[in-house]
Nanobody, 126 residues
Framework: QVQLVESGVGLVQTGRSLRLSCAAS????????VAWFRHAPGKERKCVSA????????YYADSVKGRFTISRDYGKNTVYLQMNSLKPEDTGVYYC???????????????????WGQGTKVTVSS
């Protein structure tokens, strides 16, 4: 079992920054691949970024490349998503998800991830 708790609820203006945190408890989080998904109003849930268990491999959706950075702190059992130059289209509920397969690869498919947080809402105003 892995419990995930996101934080970083925010209402920010276009161009500003926000950092989301995903704190984990339960099974060894350091062996999990972790991803951030965004569910925007009227759209399907989409992976915006992911990081492998080692931290050496990362994935970014084209829409966030160069603006978002994913990282992890093994000592704190936490994964972060630093979001810079935010745009109104970044608005949505952001979910943290964990993959316990111990795969060395990084995945963007939601079906890969067994554990999910409750989500945190991000609103970017124009």
């Amino acid at each position: 079992q892995v419990q995930l708790v996101e934080s970083g609820v925010g209402l920010v203006q276009t161009g500003r920054s926000l950092r989301l945190s995903c704190a984990a408890s339960g099974r060894t989080f350091s062996s999990c691949g972790v991803a951030w998904f965004r569910h925007a109003p009227g759209k399907e849930r989409k992976c915006v970024s992911a990081i492998s268990q080692s931290g050496r491999s990362t994935y970014y959706a084209d829409s966030v490349k160069g603006r978002f950075t994913i990282s992890r702190d093994y000592g704190k059992n936490t994964v972060y998503l630093q979001m810079n130059s935010l745009k109104p289209e970044d608005t949505g509920v952001y979910y943290c998800a964990a993959d316990t397969s111990k795969s060395p690869f990084v995945y963007s498919s939601a079906s890969t991830y067994e554990y999910w947080g409750q989500g945190t809402k991000v609103t970017v105003s124009s």
